[in-house]
């Protein structure tokens, strides 16, 4: 389940709880904090280039995962194969 996954199912599960009457207060707390992580990773997503995403579009899940954060760490620059 993606961090986005999460807070979408936080805001429905709230949702439901209020109209239960239920006490949501620690919930909307752990929602805000999925949010600023969400927040947090969108400021530090890698830029990619055309040739970049050439390159990238038949790779699996798990070595995209790892040129990402490789790319977070190092910055910008091209991706070789």
Not at 17 to 43: C, I, M, P, T, Y
Not at 67 to 81: A, D, N, S, Y
Request: positive net charge; charged residues 30%.
């Amino acid at each position: 389940m993606t961090l986005m996954d999460r807070i979408h199912r936080g805001e429905a599960a709230i949702a439901d709880a209020k109209n239960q009457g239920r006490d949501v207060r620690r919930w909307e707390q752990h929602l805000q904090e999925l949010k600023r992580q969400a927040a947090q990773f969108e400021e530090t997503t890698a830029p990619y280039s055309l040739s970049d995403l050439r390159i990238l579009r038949n790779k699996d899940d798990q070595t995209l995962v790892e040129v990402h954060q490789v790319k977070i760490v190092f910055g910008g620059g091209r991706v070789l194969q």
